[in-house]
C-alpha cells in the first residue's frame, strides 16, 4: 500500500467534487443497515426513499442514486451533504479507499479531481488503516 511508502497528506476543503461521478457506472455504496439509517434520519418512508435516492442492482446491490448530471442525490444546493452525520462509509472514508492508496499512479490520478489530496498535514498511517478498516 502506498502509505506505506510514502506520507499522504490530505484536508477536505469541502468542495464536493467526491460527490460525483458518472450516472449509471457510480453511485455511493451503502453498506448493511446504511440506508435505514438515511431514511430515518430523512423521515422519509422507505417506498419513496427507494424510490428518490436508491439504485438496487442484484450485482452491485444498494447505493444511493447519481442523478443525470452525476451528482449524489444527498446534495443540497451548496454541493453539502444533506446527511452528514449519518452519511455512508464510502463517504467518511473517502480517499482513503483500497483502489487509491494502492498505488502510486491511483493517488495521484485522484488527486486531479480532489484538490484536498495532497494539501494539509501529513495523514497518520494509524488513521488510513482504520479507515480502511471501516470498508471491511
Given at each position: 500500500?502506498?502509505?506505506?511508502?510514502?506520507?499522504?497528506?490530505?484536508?477536505?476543503?469541502?468542495?464536493?467534487?467526491?460527490?460525483?461521478?458518472?450516472?449509471?457506472?457510480?453511485?455511493?455504496?451503502?453498506?448493511?443497515?446504511?440506508?435505514?439509517?438515511?431514511?430515518?434520519?430523512?423521515?422519509?418512508?422507505?417506498?419513496?426513499?427507494?424510490?428518490?435516492?436508491?439504485?438496487?442492482?442484484?450485482?452491485?446491490?444498494?447505493?444511493?442514486?447519481?442523478?443525470?448530471?452525476?451528482?449524489?442525490?444527498?446534495?443540497?444546493?451548496?454541493?453539502?451533504?444533506?446527511?452528514?452525520?449519518?452519511?455512508?462509509?464510502?463517504?467518511?472514508?473517502?480517499?482513503?479507499?483500497?483502489?487509491?492508496?494502492?498505488?502510486?499512479?491511483?493517488?495521484e490520478a485522484e488527486a486531479s479531481r480532489c484538490e484536498g489530496i495532497?494539501?494539509?498535514?501529513?495523514?497518520?498511517?494509524?488513521?488510513?488503516?482504520?479507515?480502511?478498516?471501516?470498508?471491511?
Amino acid at each position: 500500500m502506498l502509505y506505506h511508502q510514502k506520507a499522504l497528506k490530505f484536508h477536505c476543503t469541502g468542495c464536493g467534487r467526491c460527490c460525483f461521478g458518472n450516472p449509471g457506472e457510480h453511485y455511493i455504496e451503502l453498506m448493511h443497515g446504511e440506508a435505514e439509517r438515511i431514511c430515518q434520519f430523512l423521515h422519509l418512508d422507505r417506498d419513496i426513499f427507494e424510490q428518490q435516492y436508491l439504485v438496487n442492482e442484484p450485482e452491485i446491490g444498494e447505493g444511493i442514486r447519481l442523478n443525470k448530471q452525476g451528482r449524489c442525490t444527498l446534495l443540497n444546493e451548496h454541493n453539502q451533504c444533506s446527511v452528514y452525520s449519518v452519511r455512508p462509509k464510502q463517504c467518511m472514508t473517502y480517499p482513503f479507499w483500497p483502489e487509491l492508496v494502492h498505488s502510486h499512479e491511483a493517488w495521484e490520478a485522484e488527486a486531479s479531481r480532489c484538490e484536498g489530496i495532497n494539501h494539509g498535514d501529513v495523514v497518520a498511517t494509524e488513521y488510513i488503516e482504520q479507515q480502511l478498516n471501516l470498508l471491511k
